[in-house]
């Protein structure tokens, strides 16, 4: 934790722009975020982090970042934004953390630059991007464990409209187990143009066993999931990924 008094904490969080997380400064100082992410942490019911290296990935104001910190681990956050328009560089100074800030696509993640990492996060990121399985292949190369995915999920709302949405049972009864995800084109499903797809939670599960790792459990709230899954190795399934990368089959 850093020394700084009240007003340069108060002054810190002032001079961010937008804040996503909120949270919780000493002095009873709190950053206005959008949302709050305890909600997410309780959920996540992490492990014991001493001496264990972990990857955020889309860190933003690096609310679960500065947590693993807390909880002993070495922690590295990476995000394709900037910094300096988040609240993370300043979240950084006022608990005189040291993660590390990469930035850096997802998509880019390998492990000869950054590392293997015992725990990955990869919260709300999955259905902003346009290549979830690729984000996955490149996660599972740098993970020697566990990884917490946290998405939207459409079992409880397809959206069939830019603000309706319906449960999939009602819509197609006997697809909730069929992995399928919803696309959401731009400007036509979803208020948030941001957002590109929505699976089912059937479809999270299976998107994570095709990028070689083991779910272990399943939370869902609204429209909501958290999968907590480990790596695991299977060379059949490691020559249907590289098979579509053009790598020979071995
Ligand atoms: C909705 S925020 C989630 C923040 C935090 N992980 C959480 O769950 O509260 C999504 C974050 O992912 C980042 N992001 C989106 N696409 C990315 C990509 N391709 N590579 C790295 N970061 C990405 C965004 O910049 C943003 O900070």
């Avoid at 009873?28 to 990935?57: E, N, T």
């Avoid at 990869?122 to 990884?147: E, I, K, M, N, Q």
């Avoid at 459409?154 to 009864?173: H, I, K, M, N, Y």
């Avoid at 059937?202 to 272990?216: G, K, M, P, Q, S």
């Amino acid at each position: 934790m850093s020394n700084l008094s009240p007003g340069d904490i108060q002054a810190a969080v002032d001079s961010v722009g937008h804040w996503h997380h909120i949270i919780h400064f000493p002095h009873g100082i709190v950053s206005p975020g959008a949302y709050d992410p305890r909600v997410i942490l309780d959920r996540l019911a992490l492990p014991d982090l001493h001496g264990k290296r972990v990857l955020d990935v889309g860190t933003r104001d690096g609310f679960f970042a500065f947590e693993c910190e807390k909880r002993g681990a070495e922690v590295v956050a990476i995000d394709h934004t900037d910094p300096g328009n988040t609240g993370f560089l300043a979240a950084r100074k006022i608990l005189g953390s040291k993660v590390e800030y990469v930035q850096a696509n997802v998509y880019e993640v390998a492990p000869d630059q950054i590392g293997t990492f015992d725990v990955v996060l990869f919260l709300g990121v999955l259905y902003h991007l346009r290549h979830p399985l690729l984000a996955l292949d490149r996660l599972r190369a740098v993970s020697r464990g566990l990884v917490y995915v946290e998405s939207l999920v459409c079992d409880q709302s397809v959206f069939t409209g830019l603000l309706e949405a319906r449960p999939l049972a009602e819509l197609a009864p006997g697809l909730g187990e069929v992995p399928i995800a919803q696309f959401l084109p731009h400007g036509r499903y979803h208020p948030d143009w941001t957002n590109k797809w929505s699976p089912n939670t059937a479809c999270l599960r299976a998107l994570l066993e095709d990028a070689l790792f083991t779910v272990e459990e399943v939370q869902t709230w609204g429209d909501r999931a958290l999968v907590r899954a480990v790596a695991h190795e299977s060379a059949e399934l490691r020559r249907r990924a590289e098979l579509d990368r053009g790598l020979e089959p071995r």
